[in-house]
Antibody
Framework: EGQLVESGGGLVRPGESLRLSCAAS????????MNWVRQAPGKGLEWVAR??????????HYAAPVKGRFTVSRDDSKNMLYLQMNSLQTEDTAVYYC????????????WGQGSLVTVSS | DIVMTQTPLSSPVTLGQPASISCRSS???????????LSWLQQRPGQPPRLLIY???NRFSGVPDRFSGSGAGTDFTLKISRVEAEDVGIYYC?????????FGQGTKLEIE
């Protein structure tokens, strides 16, 4: 069964950078279209970014609030997904989940446990 | 962006009774190939979201058959035939028809 495990969260000051990682196992990562979704404390879910498989072209898309500041990448040789977050703002404070669709088309059926990012002075 | 609007935002229900959550999208989620990427997720306190329903009405593996989804175009419904204590949590609809993917605000299901 597939598993996703995020790491790299922590407390940073506004304007600083942080890189999140997501380790995948139990499925063919190279074929997976991977996403980052975040959830601010006490709030709902917000899609952040998607990177599709290299075999499908490798296109990347971002949500408007993070475009130009966040960069998603993948290392298929290591089954790893990354989210480089620059110029962090207080409103970026959230639990960040990696998620993918493996068995359910057009839906996120695999989720990690999440990694908390806190941006505060 | 497609806006997803859920009603109600809070739903107190009695154990054993049915519950229903509506989700409306600001534009049709139907693709020309016949697919409609509307899904429902459950989030229990302190847990990541869990997929319940995908493509409007397909129950994901391991999801009890008391959960069902229906709808088309812009109007969708999640129904729980008989609410159990473990169903407490927040329910989200999500569209993956168009980037950016968007979620409803969430509906909090509570036991009366």
């Amino acid at each position: 069964e597939g598993q996703l495990v995020e790491s790299g969260g922590g407390l940073v000051r506004p304007g600083e950078s942080l890189r999140l990682s997501c380790a995948a196992s139990g499925f063919t990562f190279s074929n997976a279209w991977m996403n980052w979704v975040r959830q601010a404390p006490g709030k709902g879910l917000e899609w952040v970014a998607r990177i599709i498989s290299k075999s499908a072209g490798g296109a990347i898309h971002y949500a408007a609030p993070v475009k130009g500041r966040f960069t998603v990448s993948r290392d298929d040789s290591k089954n790893m997904l990354y989210l480089q977050m620059n110029s962090l703002q207080t409103e970026d404070t959230a639990v960040y989940y990696c998620a993918t669709s493996m068995e359910a088309p057009g839906a996120f059926d695999y989720w990690g446990q999440g990694s908390l990012v806190t941006v505060s002075s | 962006d497609i806006v997803m609007t859920q009603t109600p935002l809070s739903s107190p229900v009695t154990l054993g009774q049915p519950a229903s959550i509506s989700c409306r999208s600001s534009q049709s989620l139907a693709l020309s190939n016949g697919n409609t990427f509307l899904s429902w997720l459950q989030q229990r306190p302190g847990q990541p979201p869990r997929l319940l329903i995908y493509k409007i009405s397909n129950r994901f593996s391991g999801v009890p058959d008391r959960f069902s989804g229906s709808g088309a175009g812009t109007d969708f419904t999640l129904k729980i035939s008989r609410v159990e204590a473990e169903d407490v949590g927040i329910y989200y609809c999500m569209q993956a028809t168009q980037i950016p993917y968007t979620f409803g605000q969430g509906t909090k299901l509570e036991i009366e």
